[in-house]
């Protein structure tokens, strides 16, 4: 399917549109649910992860590659792809270029035949510190409207050059499926368990979301964490309820409800086990007085 330049500026929402040119557009994407299955542009991508990981399909590596938040992404026009989202806060940033911009841009940059080479097929190449600056004030809303559509146009072709320049001047990084990237697969499965404190999370459920095995994940985990899956839920948990116990009048029925315990009772054994204070020790020692005033 083509989802031509045409199409994206008519279907994108005016919030996530950063910048809006004849030849080039960029927009801010990501979100519940995100995937887009195989389909292709009538422009050059740039993809460009902030929070979460992408996997990322194409033409040349059908089932797959990571794109985690150190690497961007250059996708050339007609080139078929699919990407998709494991966690429900992914957001990223996509700029769409036709060749019309990139001669115009060649014209007053220099000659880039090496970028040219280097695009013949999807790749993916190194975040320096300063597109991460780009991509950061390009997001970046102030509420101030006067000027503020020609100030994202400018720092989102910024943006744009300092990645053809990356991309001019370096060379692209092996395209490692999800096994490879451990690091970030922990990440993700944190931020998983984190967004899950009120639940059970099964192995298999976190496995599956993950696309890797329950042993893969088990091995990795207690490796890179020092800690098995439960038990960093666990404690995640007991972090939650003392960060709620110490700046919110919630009951502690309420808290144990949203930490995932059965009853206040049994969230403050847990506290006391590990910390030696239960739930109103832990609100009469604290230092904020909404928390010590339901305490007393």
Request: hydrophobic share 45%.
């Amino acid at each position: 399917m083509l989802r031509s330049l045409a199409l994206l500026r008519q279907t994108a929402q005016p919030s996530c549109v950063i910048a809006d040119g004849n030849e080039h557009i960029t927009l801010f994407d990501g979100g519940v649910g995100y995937a887009k299955p195989w389909h292709w542009h009538d422009g050059l991508m740039l993809l460009l992860p902030w929070v979460g990981i992408l996997n990322l399909k194409h033409e040349g590596q059908r089932e797959g590659a990571w794109l985690t938040d150190d690497r961007f992404a250059v996708v050339p026009a007609s080139h078929a792809h699919d990407t998709s989202a494991f966690r429900s806060d992914q957001t990223h940033i996509a700029v769409y270029v036709r060749d019309a911009a990139l001669r115009r841009i060649e014209a007053q940059l220099g000659s880039l035949n090496r970028f040219r080479a280097a695009i013949r097929t999807s790749a993916m190449f190194s975040v320096s510190p300063e597109i991460r600056t780009l991509h950061a004030l390009c997001r970046e809303d102030s509420g101030d409207r006067v000027g503020r559509d020609a100030v994202r146009a400018h720092l989102s072709a910024a943006l744009l050059i300092r990645c053809l320049g990356a991309i001019e001047g370096g060379a692209p990084l092996p395209t490692a499926s999800r096994h490879g990237h451990g690091a970030a697969l922990i990440r993700e499965a944190k931020a998983f368990v984190v967004a899950r404190l009120d639940q059970d999370v099964p192995l298999d459920l976190l496995a599956a979301s993950l696309r890797v095995s329950r042993r893969h994940i088990t091995r990795l985990f207690q490796a890179e964490v020092g800690q098995s899956v439960g038990a960093f839920q666990r404690a995640r948990r007991l972090d939650a309820a003392r960060a709620m116990l110490t700046t919110t009048d919630l009951p502690v029925d309420e808290i144990a409800s949203r930490v995932g315990f059965e009853s206040g009772s049994a969230l403050s054994r847990a506290l006391r086990r590990e910390g030696g204070l239960a739930a109103t020790g832990i609100r009469a020692a604290s230092s904020n007085p909404m928390a010590r005033s339901v305490a007393t």
